[in-house]
Structure formats: structure tokens, C-alpha cells
């Protein structure tokens, strides 16, 4: 349910922003902030403590961490409607759809071994031909995928691993194929 609701949330601002590239970056910001601070965290879940009270004081962290007055706002806002501790979803739910309007992407690929940076490039290539968007891969390794590589685009999870492989072979067997 929380999901639904910050994308909601997340689509209103969309609307409302300027340059969601920015808003994207400081609800970001935001969110770590919220997120890695156990202050911040037990200030907002503090039922004591007022939504006048919390409004302020989010708008007062806020312009110290130097945000515009429409993120200020949006997050003031949330905290109005006692709706702030979704701003990590909200900010996710934001980042997917500014991307997606900007026509740009995230791709995340695990692969087994270090890969060049021509080898990056081309990959960034052939997966913003395929997905038709401007995309920014993520390369990770872990050797315990044996071989090969699992690549994420959004929800679409592409697993070529070796590892993968096995495991496949190993249930076919195991059902007497």
C-alpha cells in the first residue's frame, strides 16, 4: 500500500518539477538523510511531537542542506500530511519516472570478472539500442556467478550466468527430465 502511495506522490511532484533531474537528486539527498540518521528518524516517528512542529523542522533541514524551495515544499508537505516517512520510497518511485520522461535509463549488470572500459561502453551501447533510452550502467562483480552475467534493466532481469546454467541443468536432472 505504502508503494502506491509514493508513487503517487512521486507522479504529483513529477508534474510540478522544473527539472526533475534536480528534485530527483535532492529527494535523494533527502532521503539518505532521513534514512541514515537515527535522529532524524526518531524526530519524525515521534508521536508527541506535532505535524507543525515536524513541518519546521524538515523545512529547517532542508534549507540547511541547501534544497529548492519546491523540494522544501514538497517535503513540508508530506510531513503536513504525516506522509514523511515514505520519502525514500517517494524519492525511488520519482527517480524511475524523471528518468523514464528525461528518456534516460538505469541497467545494473553483476559479472563473474572486471570488465574494460570498451567493454562497459559497449555494453551501455547495446543495451540503450534495446531499451531505446539513454542508459547508465551500473558493473558490479561477484565471482560466484562462475561465468557469464546477470543484467537488470528496471523490472526485466536477464540472468546468462554460468552459475544460473548449473542450476537448470542440475533441476532438469533432478526431474528425471
Known amino acids: 500500500m505504502e508503494g502506491v ?10 508534474g510540478l518539477s522544473p527539472d526533475p533531474s534536480k528534485t530527483a537528486e535532492e529527494l535523494n539527498a533527502l532521503a539518505s538523510a532521513y534514512s541514515e540518521n537515527p535522529d532524524f528518524l526518531a524526530l519524525i516517528a515521534a508521536p508527541k511531537l506535532g505535524t507543525g512542529a515536524k513541518e519546521r523542522t524538515i523545512g ?4 540547511a542542506m541547501g534544497l529548492e524551495a519546491q523540494t522544501t515544499k514538497f517535503a513540508r508537505f508530506l510531513a503536513h500530511k504525516n506522509r514523511f516517512t515514505l520519502i525514500p ?21 553483476v559479472t563473474a570478472f572486471e570488465l574494460t572500459n570498451a567493454e562497459v561502453k559497449g555494453l551501455t551501447k547495446k543495451i540503450s539500442e534495446y531499451t ?3 542508459v547508465s550502467l551500473e558493473v558490479e562483480v561477484d565471482k560466484s556467478i562462475l561465468g557469464g552475467a546477470i543484467t537488470q534493466i528496471g523490472s ?22
Open 156 to 177: 526485466l532481469v536477464l540472468d546468462g550466468s554460468v552459475k544460473n546454467r548449473l542450476n537448470m541443468i542440475k533441476e532438469t536432472i533432478a526431474r528425471g527430465i
Open 132 to 134: 531505446q533510452l539513454e
Open 60 to 63: 529547517e533541514i532542508a534549507k
Open 5 to 14: 502511495i509514493a508513487k503517487r506522490y512521486a507522479k504529483a511532484l513529477l
Open 89 to 109: 520510497q517517494v524519492a525511488n518511485a520519482f527517480e524511475k519516472m524523471a528518468l523514464q520522461k528525461l528518456g534516460r535509463g538505469k541497467a545494473k549488470m
